[in-house]
């Protein structure tokens, strides 16, 4: 993604504004740069126009062309009588920066450039890419791309978009950004056959200048937007991202992503377990959670999360009632809701006994409920008029004190206009009165298909009069359900991080930081043990007691005022695998063995000749509790990345850790710590003493704060800073083993 230089990066900020977007983004006249009869760009664009019931001028501009699938032919922008207000240059490469100097001679604010053949290419592209910007900025033109397919807006029905639109095109409470512009055609086509109507849709190209987050910002202000969805292939400015996110959250519009293309590369640090679970997309998920973006795994939920979080209103909790026509149904509900966390509470006595009046004497009011095939029987109950006992039955359930909101599977959607008029009256009053029952019922209504099946023209045509939505299909229902209940119990939580250097650590992590070892540039290499546990211990993390050992004596010695059993390790530098050459004994419970242990431990240092030894370190053992990794790896894009896991050393294999961009509190470390499956170790299952949590997380975010200060140190920066284990056994906290990897800090 092409980052402007220092002295244009404010003029670029001045044409990507929320402002200049609203009018970017609603062009009332449009100029077709390069068009032609022969340009199948060109016609796809008029087409989309025409689908989408674009009312203003549209003008082909080519200099030797006579006709553009009957548009009006201009030889150049600079002959236009009145300037469009978008010009969408079509031209190859070589051509492109002499339009956007007409597009400043005529202004013409806004332009989308179709061209490939710049930074995906290669270096040489990169280079066409910043010139490109350049010019753009000179000019004084916000620009959308390169390599860059268009747009459409649904409310203002502008789409100068160079794809097939399939029709129709229907306006609604969801806007999508792509970063691929192909799966656009993709999206359309999956909104029109499930009824989603978007508000905007926009492929990213290579964001040489409008940017994501520019985008998303805009989104988060525009008025018919209800909800975002994002196709992420990068994160190319991850502190832009997260302030944007946060102003998301305090609008109240939620996020969601599909975020693709993990690698490994972010598993560099290989000293460190942390290394091994904070890889890049590990980091990515993290980051979102933290930001409270939702993060889906396909297409199909990101559309549907979309949907379920534009259409419907906002349940407060968890408490789910659900009205079917099929017991199976049911269980097909059940199991997802139990898998998602989501209650499926009993009716309330009084619920139970209305609801049973409506039913056959062979079904059940109960939750979930299944009224049978008689429940699409109009006036089964008694009641006149074309409602179903699905329906009575759905006006009871809303009353009900148990419920937050109304799973409701009661309306079948016809492949066509019933030709029986009757029936069709009913099914459209029917409908109609639940998208009324949906805007005013005491809790929140949410309809769902029994399976993810395209809706006809017919059923679409009459969800869209009513303003309504159906989720498709009762598994990506509860899906997109699932994840909409977790957006909106962490809404207003969020509070965006700030990547890399500049987190700012505490006052007592600079301070500690700032010792002897501050004094000598670094380079790429571990510290010494003591080192690192002195650094610790200087900022307030607590550490084992411990000492340096230079001879047996004084082995001996440390291990009387600290403790028997002790264990003894090596201290260099220069050795890490300290146990491999038999540098570490554990248990020693008599002064003998401690003397033994130290000659054993000390002649393994000495056999390593290019180590620097500083000694023996002695320590106490510890038995009983709990062991958790505690560590912080520094990734490329997002900086440093807090890890916390249960297991110590066995932490890659238990699998249970919870991840947080820095800098973190100790209420957000708290939040980590409920996050893992092995929560019940913590807190005293199986009669083991409860863990004091408070203070573990205090610990645990003292050694964040530490590891920010290294990161941000004049003489070096963080590579690696890892506890583990950090042993916790009531209220006793304390680091066992410590491991610091610096590495020289790389020169502007």
């Given at each position: 993604m092409t980052e402007p230089g220092p002295a244009n990066h404010g003029a670029v900020r001045e044409?990507?504004?929320?402002?200049?977007?609203?009018?970017?983004?609603?062009?009332?006249?449009?100029?077709?740069?390069?068009?032609?009869?022969n340009s199948g760009w060109a016609r796809f664009i008029v087409a989309s126009c025409a689908t989408a019931g674009f009312a203003g001028p549209l003008t082909a501009v080519h200099p030797r062309a006579t006709g553009a699938f009957g548009l009006p032919v201009m030889p150049s922008l600079r002959d236009l009588a009145e300037p469009a207000e978008l010009a969408f240059i079509l031209t190859p490469v070589q051509a492109v920066e002499g339009v956007l100097d007409d597009m400043g001679a005529a202004g013409i604010p806004n332009a989308v450039v179709l061209a490939s053949g710049y930074r995906e290419v290669g270096e040489a592209g990169r280079a066409l890419e910043d010139a490109l910007l350049d010019r753009a900025v000179a000019n004084g033109v916000t620009m959308l791309g390169p390599n860059c397919l268009g747009f459409v807006n649904a409310h203002t029905r502008s789409a100068p978009y160079a794809l097939a639109l399939p029709p129709p095109l229907i306006a609604g409470p969801v806007g999508v950004a792509l970063q691929s512009g192909a799966l656009a055609s993709v999206v359309l086509g999956f909104a029109k056959a499930h009824a989603i109507g978007l508000s905007l849709l926009t492929s990213m190209g290579n964001e040489a200048m409008m940017k994501t987050a520019d985008v998303l910002d805009y989104l988060v202000e525009d008025e018919a937007t209800r909800v975002i969805c994002l196709f992420l292939e990068e994160i190319g400015d991850p502190a832009r991202f997260a302030r944007v996110a946060e102003k998301a959250d305090r609008a109240g519009k939620p996020i969601v992503a599909l975020k693709v293309g993990s690698s490994p590369a972010g598993q560099q640090a290989a000293l460190a377990h942390t290394g091994s679970v904070a890889g890049d997309d590990a980091v990515v998920d993290a980051v979102l959670r933290q930001l409270n973006v939702i993060r889906v795994t396909s297409l199909e939920e990101l559309l549907t999360t979309g949907a379920a979080l534009g259409y419907s209103r906002w349940p407060r909790g968890r408490r789910m009632g659900v009205l079917t026509l099929s017991g199976g149904s049911c269980d097909i509900i059940a199991d997802a809701?139990?898998?998602?966390?989501?209650?499926?509470?009993?009716?309330?006595?009084?619920?139970?006994?209305?609801?049973?009046?409506l039913l056959p004497p062979f079904a059940s009011a109960h939750n979930p409920l299944d009224v049978t095939g008689f429940g699409v029987l109009a006036n089964l109950s008694g009641k006149k008029g074309p409602l179903t006992?699905?329906?009575?039955?759905?006006?009871?359930?809303?009353?009900?004190?148990?419920?937050?909101?109304?799973?409701?599977?009661?309306?079948t959607l016809p492949e066509a206009r019933p030709p029986d008029e009757d029936a069709a009256r009913t099914l459209e009053t029917r409908v109609g009165w639940l998208a009324m029952r949906m805007g005013f019922a005491p809790i929140p209504i949410i309809p769902v298909t029994s399976t993810c099946v395209?809706?006809?023209?017919?059923?679409?045509?009459?969800?869209r009069e009513h303003g309504i939505n159906v989720l498709g299909g009762l598994d990506l229902g509860m899906t997109a359900l699932g994840y909409a209940l977790r957006w909106l119990e962490n809404r207003g939580r969020v509070r965006a991080p700030v990547p890399g250097p500049a987190a700012a650590p505490g006052p007592a992590a600079t301070a500690a930081a700032a010792g002897?070892?501050?004094?000598?540039?670094?380079s790429e290499a571990p510290w010494s043990e003591m080192e690192a546990r002195r650094l610790l211990a200087g900022a307030g993390v607590p550490v084992v007691p411990g000492g340096l050992a230079g001879s047996a004596d004084e082995a001996v010695e440390i291990a009387r005022r600290v403790g028997l059993p002790v264990a003894l390790k090596i201290c260099s530098a220069q050795i890490t695998h300290k146990s491999d050459l038999g540098g570490v004994v554990l248990g020693l419970g008599s002064e003998a063995e401690v003397r033994a242990g130290y000659e054993k431990v000390h002649a393994a240092g000495q056999a390593v000749p290019e180590a620097s030894v500083d000694g023996v370190l002695v320590t106490p053992m510890r038995t009983g509790g709990a062991e958790l990794l505690a560590g912080v790896t520094v990734d490329p894009a997002f900086g440093p990345v807090l890890a916390v896991g249960l297991g110590g050393i066995w932490v890659e294999v238990l699998n249970d850790t919870s991840l947080r961009l820095l800098?973190?509190?100790?209420?957000?470390?708290?939040?980590?710590?409920?996050?893992?499956?092995?929560?019940?170790?913590?807190?005293?299952?199986?009669?083991?003493?409860?863990?004091?949590?408070?203070?573990?997380?205090?610990?645990?975010?003292?050694?964040?704060?530490?590891?920010?200060?290294?990161?941000?140190a004049p003489n070096g920066s963080l590579r690696a800073l890892e506890v583990n284990p950090l042993w916790v056994n009531g209220d006793q906290v304390e680091a066992l083993d410590v491991l610091v990897i610096t590495e020289a800090r790389d020169q502007p």
């Open positions: 044409l990507v504004t929320p402002e200049r977007l609203r009018a970017f983004f609603a062009p009332r006249s449009i100029a077709l740069v390069g068009a032609s009869d809701a139990s898998a998602r966390a989501v209650a499926i509470p009993d009716f309330s006595a009084g619920t139970e006994a209305a609801i049973a009046a006992a699905v329906d009575h039955a759905l006006n009871i359930a809303v009353q009900d004190p148990n419920l937050d909101f109304v799973l409701f599977s009661g309306v395209n809706v006809s023209d017919y059923a679409r045509e009459l969800l002897p070892w501050s004094e000598a540039p670094w800098p973190v509190d100790a209420a957000e470390v708290r939040r980590m710590l409920g996050e893992l499956r092995g929560l019940p170790l913590l807190q005293g299952a199986r009669g083991g003493a409860p863990a004091n949590l408070d203070a573990v997380a205090e610990a645990i975010a003292g050694l964040g704060e530490v590891a920010l200060a290294l990161n941000s």
